[in-house]
């Protein structure tokens, strides 16, 4: 299939995305500076499953050469056509599937078992092994948070997040770089938002050193910004709706 015709099922032409891109960035600027902090401080990351490959290559075009996926085969798929764009794991990642994210990964955000990051850790050493990722890479990991508790959708409850980032610690391939956290449906977003800031400080006081929180999307950006979020993550403000053709 051709990048004219994969653009045109994605519903989006280059100068819409473009516009869209710059929407969502003021939004955020506008949220920043109403809550006491400069755009510069929150980085944008689009999230572009569902989307085929021409629609990302699109949006590097304009410069975003990080994105986000949720599942492992679209995302490797999509890493293979464009290895130029920087791929990050924000969906929930199977054991089984940890080597092969850990060859295209450049982040993963939903970091919720000792067992995965011994898998994720042992993936990137193969990786290295096989030529397949530089000698010097390590892979930065985000413990995903449940705000309920209710671990059926992936994350891991509060009380737990210390002692898997101890053992994040422990290990030569990844790096713990903070706490991500979606909030449930029925929760109130600014309150999980600060709960989750507050989680991420107490670990980055615990290891020395500065820790990113990975909060907020389209319909919550404004609250995740006034509680601290470091990282947003838009999909549909940016990308459109997701093509009924892909």
Known sequence: MSDDIERAQSGLDQAQLAA???????LIAKAA?????????ITLLPVTKFHPTAAIAALAELGELDVAENREQEARDKAEKLPHVRFHMIGQVQTKKANSVARWAYSVHSLDSR?????LDRGVG???????????????????????GDTSR???????????????????RLSLAGVM?????????????????QLCDKLAARFGRRLY????????LDKAVAAGSDIVRVG??????RPVAF
Do not use: C, W
């Not at 530089?134 to 995903?144: G, K, R, T």
């Open 126 to 148: 193969l990786a290295i092994e096989r030529e397949q990722r530089d000698a010097e890479f390590v892979l930065p990991v985000y413990l995903q948070l449940s705000a309920d």
């Open 33 to 41: 500076r109403a809550h006491g902090r400069t755009p510069e401080e």
């Open 181 to 197: 956290v979606v909030p449930p449906l029925d929760a109130d977003a600014a309150a999980v938002f600060t709960d989750a800031r």
């Open 154 to 172: 992936g994350g891991l409850p509060a009380t737990d997040l210390e002692e898997l980032a101890a053992h994040v610690e422990k290990l030569d």
């Open 115 to 119: 067992k995965l990051a011994d898998a």
């Open 213 to 220: 929180l990975s909060a907020g999307m389209s319909a919550d």
């Open 20 to 26: 869209n891109l710059a929407h969502t960035r003021e």
């Open 236 to 241: 549909t403000g940016i990308m459109g709706p």
